[in-house]
């Protein structure tokens, strides 16, 4: 009967756990580059050129990449499989509103599969400077989502992001 008891005990924990636990997720950061905002674009719709600034590609420069489609249009595909710290997935290109937005879909197989919106978004400061906002969000599944509780994904999701913005400003600065 105690066993008992405390498999109820547990599981009452887990379901407690998984109500407190988000659900939803949200991340952004921003960056001016010294750049017309046209240039910025030009360049950021493209996914092959993430190659250059990404943190992940740093992360693994020797990852195995697929491209399937015209880079910089809806629909291109950029497939991955790297190592532990880039897993394996795709980023499919959802929709490109012409020097202001780019939105396109992650679906991350390794090392747990999720599927993210992500998002990069141009607004021009003045004629030769633009602000970018690179971000993602999407749902956290239960049970999955009781691993929110333990991942700060603003500390560390939110530094890749800022690495690679500013790793974005470099390139493009140096044009």
């Not at 897993?87 to 599969?113: A, C, T, Y």
Request: charged share 25%.
């Amino acid at each position: 009967m105690t066993f008992l008891y405390i498999i109820f005990l547990l599981l009452g924990f887990i379901i407690v756990l998984a109500l407190a636990a988000p659900k939803k997720y949200h991340l952004e950061r921003t960056i001016i580059i010294n750049k017309p905002l046209t240039e910025v674009f030009n360049y950021i719709k493209h996914i092959k050129n993430q190659d250059h600034w990404s943190p992940w590609k740093k992360k693994d420069p020797n990852m195995d990449q697929e491209f399937f489609g015209e880079d910089g249009t809806i629909g291109f595909i950029a497939k991955w499989n790297g190592n532990k710290d880039v897993g394996e997935g795709e980023q499919e290109i959802k929709n490109i509103v012409e020097n202001s937005r780019l939105d396109s879909e992650l679906r991350f197989l390794k090392p747990w599969k999720s599927t993210s919106d992500a998002f990069i978004i141009v607004n021009e400061v003045s004629s030769d400077s633009t602000e970018v906002t690179w971000g993602f969000s999407g749902n956290n599944k239960v049970p999955m989502n009781i691993m929110m509780l333990f991942f700060n994904m603003e500390k560390t999701v939110g530094k890749d992001f800022k690495e690679g913005l500013e790793s974005l400003k470099s390139v493009l600065e140096k044009k």
